[in-house]
């Protein structure tokens, strides 16, 4: 793999790891506890993206989301090739965290919540979870795209807080009907090595289609005029 690539296809893969190992993890560790767990693992899964953005955003422009770097593909805002790179560097981060949650944490809370596999709840079927998750990933990208991208939108600075903040407001409301996840990477780790695959497509067709619609209409109602022909180089971050 050539170095330009490599560089950001390692921040992915930490990036994503990270993600699912304190957001799975943090679902394993609230077994057994109160109802407010669930402040907890929203918190959770919020700071470690904010972290990641912060650490990793002038690198790779921090996406950690299969449908975040989808967005960005469809706003010719990266490269096919390079998103390519980036979708198999955030599953492998994402499997490579699952596994160790499995392999370090007592198997009892680690079975009793499958790894933290998102899973849909009482009442909540197939159709209402893609809806669902669609929504939830669409207010995330359209964070992205509004704190990140758009240099007339907040300031750069405050990206990695107001990404972070989305995932936890988003969990919050989400997590008890769909787990909430937004994320293909963040379902297929844990659905990989736990092989649970129960309505396992929800959490890849509804974030990438929810995604794909806040990129897309972002950029057409707030970015016009940039050239699609010449994406901003990765360098620069998702800020450009």
Not at 59 to 78: D, E, K, Y
Request: charge should be negative; charged fraction near 10%; proline fraction near 7%.
């Amino acid at each position: 793999m050539p170095k330009d690539n490599a560089r950001p296809a390692v921040a992915e893969f930490i990036g994503t790891f990270t993600l699912i190992f304190v957001g799975a993890g943090s679902i394993v560790a609230s077994e057994g506890l109160e109802s407010s767990s669930l402040i907890g693992v929203a918190i959770a899964h919020g700071l470690a993206i904010g972290v990641m953005v912060a650490v990793y955003a002038r690198v790779s422009g921090a996406h950690f989301n299969p449908a975040v770097t989808f967005g960005f593909l469809l706003t010719r805002r990266i490269k096919p090739a390079l998103a390519g790179v980036y979708w198999v560097a955030q599953l492998a981060g994402a499997a490579v965290a699952a596994l160790l949650l499995k392999e370090l944490l007592p198997s009892g809370p680690t079975e009793a919540v499958h790894l933290g596999v998102p899973a849909l709840g009482h009442g909540v079927n197939s159709g209402a979870g893609v809806v669902l998750e669609g929504i939830l990933t669409f207010l995330l990208v359209t964070v992205v795209f509004g704190t990140a991208v758009d240099p007339k939108g907040a300031f750069k600075s405050i990206a990695a807080l107001m990404i972070g903040l989305t995932i936890t407001i988003d969990i919050l409301i989400g997590g008890p009907f769909t787990g909430a996840a937004m994320n293909p990477a963040r379902a297929f780790g844990p659905q990989l090595v736990g092989n649970y695959w129960s309505n396992g497509w929800v959490w890849y067709v509804g974030p990438l289609v929810g995604g794909a619609l806040a990129a897309v209409l972002y950029e057409w109602l707030y970015l016009p005029g940039r050239s699609a022909e010449e994406p901003p180089p990765v360098d620069e971050g998702i800020a450009e």
